[in-house]
């Protein structure tokens, strides 16, 4: 009898040994738990992966050799002390005296806003801190002006301790990252902002746009100027002059403006009398439709973003704006004032406005050219998907690198 390890080909040659394949033990994913301020903002929530926790840097295939990064992020300190209004704001995390009892809860501290009301001594006292305890920080740049602010001294006395201190700095544009440099001499990583708006309800506002498309000649052009409770960085009346003399020659234009109750009521803490009585004026003359209420909650902002044709930024400083991501989400266009980098996170139309003052033709132009071309800067829900995984995989990647 022949063996079958013995058999040979008629030439002599001996097969090929058959060999089974390597079975590799499923690697466990790299743990990293971050301490992200505040975590219960929606941008800091979609800059997770979208189904589970593990992200994966430099694709499946990299992740089926190290087992990917599983980021957890530790929930806003829920404090019993403090009321329900104040557990949130502003963030615990900010106390060095927190950083120093939670330290065995934590790897990386990520930094996004809501320092306001800390001084440029408590900062420092909490990047000591942390660099005491071995504690990476990154620092995502969203503002590089605090849109609540008059001035922009005291959010620079608190950016000259943060930039410099960070080991890795964030931010959403390139011009804030060629600002960062120019400031600073800091190098920043440039990630897009993700979706502000959940995908179920982009699907669904984005196909009623399609189904509802109708003839540009007698449709309705709904303008939205919505005032909110006034941040520093809001120059409306200007603005309102400037959209009111423009809608005249525009049939079928619509200039609805929002306010909330603090501001345009009597009663209210942040109650400005002129700016009431111009609007209620406009509103009894029919030239706006004036709405006055407190404010909205995320199905109704949606909602309302939905309802507009165009919705106008009134600012004359800022950075960046979740707002115009809401309104890419939803497929409602933004006219942007030029202060800023608004142009560089996504496309909008443009009007000249900023410290100096407001450019009243450029931004009577830029509604009509709305009103005629009615543009559309919508993005798919797909396309949306795509950039959370990749700004996910990125933050990952950074928070790895930073523990190596």
Known sequence: MTSLLSHSYRDGSAPEKSVAPEIRPALEPQLVRVASVPASSVY?????????????????????????????????????????????????????????????????????????????????????ELRRLGKPLVYTAHDLRNPHHQSPVEHNAQLDVLVPAADAIVTLTDGAAYEIKRRWARRAIVLPHPHVVDFETMRRVQRARLDGRHDRDDAEFRIGLHLKSLRANMNPVPVVGALLDTIEALPNAVLQIDGHRDLLEPTGLRYDEGLADLLHEAADACRIDLRIHDSFDDGHLWGYLASLDLSVLPYRFGTHSGWLEACRDL???????????????????????????????????????????????????????RQREAVSDAHAALYRDLLR
């Open 44 to 128: 800091v929530r979609h800059i997770s992966p979208i189904d589970g926790d593990v992200a994966q840097p430099g694709g499946s295939a990299a992740a089926s050799r190290d087992g990917g990064v599983r980021v957890t992020r530790l929930p806003d300190p829920d404090d019993p002390v403090r009321s329900a209004q104040q557990r949130w704001w502003p963030p615990t995390m900010f106390e060095a005296e927190w950083v120093r009892a939670h330290a065995d809860d934590f790897d990386v501290f990520h930094l996004h806003f809501g320092f306001d009301a800390r001084t440029p001594e408590q900062l420092r006292d909490l990047v000591e």
């Open 331 to 385: 497929g409602t266009p933004v006219l942007a004032p030029t202060c800023g980098y608004y142009r560089d996170q996504a496309p909008v139309m443009l009007y000249l406005h900023d410290d100096d003052g407001l450019d009243a033709d450029s931004l009577g132009c830029a509604v009509a050219r709305a009103y005629y071309d009615r543009p559309s800067f919508s993005i798919t829900v797909d396309e949306r998907r």
